[in-house]
């Protein structure tokens, strides 16, 4: 039996590894992320955060945060992409003054505490060094919602009376 010399050998193996190889199937594309969804909340649609006693509203449009309150100059901030952590959301911002502004959302019910209405998350929000309680839901169903009763996106008008 005769033996190749070591060249030839790794000759052998480079060609083999420069070869035509077989056909690899195509990775399948990765699945979207599915959007993140709170207490049946869409996060990626507009959501509104709103209080009384003070009476305020931060609006997340997809792009930016907008908050409005009585006696409040409106503030304005980029708004972050929302990331779901279990029960609670979390979104941090500055605004175009320099403010820093917290939205924490959380899925609990909540009464708003002047109308019968019932929201499916509960908002902490910090604009500076004021917080700020109240509840949210999608500003989609806080349009449609009655006066009471649950305010969620397949709220019906109330029937008329």
Known sequence: ???????????????????????EPEAA??????????????????????????????DLTGEEVVFRGVDRPEQRAPQPKASVQGTVVRLESQTTAGTPIVITLASTECSDGMSERIYPLTAIVKVGEETLNGCAASTAAIMTAGEQGPVTASAEAPPAT
């Open 29 to 58: 594309p990765e699945p979207a992320a599915p959007p993140p969804v709170l207490a049946g909340v869409d996060l990626t649609e507009p959501v509104r955060a709103l209080g009384t006693e003070p009476f305020w509203s931060v």
């Open 1 to 23: 039996m005769r033996l190749l010399p070591l060249s030839a050998v790794a000759l052998c193996l480079l060609a083999a590894a420069c070869g035509p190889s077989a056909e």
